[in-house]
């Protein structure tokens, strides 16, 4: 993990296999939770909203960080279409 994250006592790990994005004129809606292809379909479990710019400095973070993984091991494994 980061070594600059302070104060993480309260942080909740969840685990997340569905993404549903949706943005209005102000903000970006990020929604997570679990697929287990079961009849009722996904199960959201958390909502993230920030503004576009933090959007934007999110999706450079994520680029990187694959960039790195995928450098370190060679490849994206566990990936799903």
């Not at 006592?9 to 079961?38: C, I, K, M, P």
């Not at 503004?51 to 490849?75: D, N, Y």
């Amino acid at each position: 993990m980061n070594e600059g994250f302070h104060n993480n006592a309260q942080v909740v790990g969840r685990s997340a296999n569905h993404f549903e994005f949706a943005f209005t004129a102000t903000e970006v809606l990020l929604d997570f939770g679990q697929a287990y292809g079961e009849p009722g379909g996904p199960v959201l479990h958390t909502r993230i909203i920030m503004t576009p710019s933090s959007a934007k400095v999110m999706s450079q973070m994520l680029q990187q960080i694959m960039e790195q993984f995928e450098e370190m091991t060679g490849s994206t494994r566990d990936t799903q279409s």
